[in-house]
């Protein structure tokens, strides 16, 4: 289902997001390479996908906001034919005690990393079913949902809410042979944990059976499996975390 398809990966002009852009461009997909600010990281994404074969785009776009998403989808639509793939990757951190916890970040944090799931999928969604094509939808969540984080209250929620939008989305569309599934990273050496001290992350890798932190190839390969391979999966979380849940 890879090859020939046309893939929307948001957050992809870095991280996590870069990874899985570039990876299913190696395994064939047409990219469409989302970003908020970083137009020449984006670019350089493009150029990496083209450079293996497949059509890629860039799209510049706030995807908090509903128009922001519609306007990505318009992009794929226009000038790819449309939407087969959608990696939900755009995401934030904001760590803060409750108690401190301002207003306007507590809803940036929940519109980046929840509301632009929801609009992402809402209009890829309409354009999978005004085909008549059997898409799949990747939403990356996250463990921290899961066992928790001191002053990660407004980020953990909006990954929980990642997981409980994956459910019932998938429950919505099954018949049409739309799959939604969700991938719940652990610790992944990409900028979102740059903020972490050497002698903290040391205090990390203990906590991880593995003795690692994961690689954004890894969760690359993830969406990969869940998009091609997964073929009677739906409405699941993937947990890829080096074995910390089972700790």
Not at 189 to 197: H, R
């Amino acid at each position: 289902m890879i090859k020939g398809s046309n893939a929307i990966v948001t957050g992809s002009s870095r991280g996590i997001g870069r990874a899985i852009a570039l990876h299913l461009a190696r395994r064939g997909a047409n990219v469409v390479v989302c970003c908020l600010s970083r137009v020449d990281a984006a670019e350089e994404v493009r150029e990496r996908a083209e450079a293996m074969g497949v059509r890629a785009v860039v799209v510049q776009s706030d995807l908090a906001t509903e128009e922001g998403a519609r306007l990505v989808v318009e992009r794929c639509v226009e000038e790819l034919g449309g939407v087969d793939i959608l990696v939900n990757n755009a995401g934030m951190s904001h760590l803060s005690p409750i108690q401190s916890m301002e207003d306007r970040d507590l809803e940036r944090v929940l519109r980046v990393n929840l509301f632009s799931y929801f609009y992402m999928a809402k209009h890829c969604v309409a354009d999978m079913l005004r085909r008549r094509v059997p898409g799949c939808v990747v939403n990356i969540s996250s463990i921290m949902s899961m066992i928790g984080l001191a002053g990660g209250t407004a980020y953990a929620a909006s990954k929980g809410g990642v997981t409980a939008f994956t459910v019932c989305l998938a429950r919505e569309v099954a018949r049409h042979g739309i799959r939604v599934n969700a991938i719940a990273p652990g610790y992944i050496e990409t900028e979102m944990i740059g903020w972490m001290p050497e002698d903290y992350k040391a205090k990390i890798i203990p906590r991880i059976p593995m003795r690692r932190f994961g690689t954004g190839e890894e969760v690359a390969r993830a969406v990969a499996f869940l998009v091609e391979d997964a073929t009677y999966m739906t409405g699941q979380t993937l947990i890829l975390d080096g074995g910390i849940m089972i700790d």
